[in-house]
């Protein structure tokens, strides 16, 4: 059983919309992806990460290009265990960037965030216009990230 994700996290992690945006977001996603099986809007306390799975494809760092990604989950770990990822800031190990673990380079995109608007099998990917519409519609910026499971 493999099952596919389409999620638009905004790019600042902890950044809300307000519920009346995001129910117009999932009407908006829904007639963009009339067949999709399931649309919703995900509000969330803590900042949660939301892993691609099947998709990953490694994490570099944003400055040097260095391979991090023994060290990002060994520091992902510690941090949520600290402090539930209420603060992201990290310094990389290669070349001292001072950087947040949303802002690293994700090879396949990844992203941290208390907010996402989630379709379970799309049935379509969106385009550049509609993902624009769909931002306009929160309020934010956003990232997308595929998941497969
Ligand atoms: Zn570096």
Not at 62 to 82: H, M, P, Q
Not at 139 to 146: A, H, N, P, Q
């Amino acid at each position: 059983m493999s099952d596919h994700f389409l999620m638009f996290v905004p790019t600042d992690p902890t950044w809300q919309p307000t519920k009346a945006d995001a129910e117009r977001a999932v009407e908006l996603f829904k007639s963009i992806a009339p067949n999709a099986q399931t649309i919703e809007a995900i509000f969330t306390d803590d900042v949660e990460f939301h892993h691609p799975c099947e998709n990953w494809s490694g994490v570099d760092c944003a400055a040097c290009g260095a391979d991090l990604e023994d060290w990002f989950y060994e520091t992902t770990d510690k941090v949520y265990r600290e402090n539930h990822f209420a603060d992201l800031s990290v310094t990389t190990p290669c070349c001292g960037l001072h950087t947040s673990l949303n802002d690293l380079n994700f090879v396949w995109p990844a992203a941290f965030g208390r907010f996402a608007l989630e379709s379970m099998r799309p049935g379509l990917d969106t385009n550049e216009e509609q993902e624009k519409a769909i931002a306009a519609c929160l309020g934010s910026d956003l990232r997308k990230v595929w998941i497969h499971l």
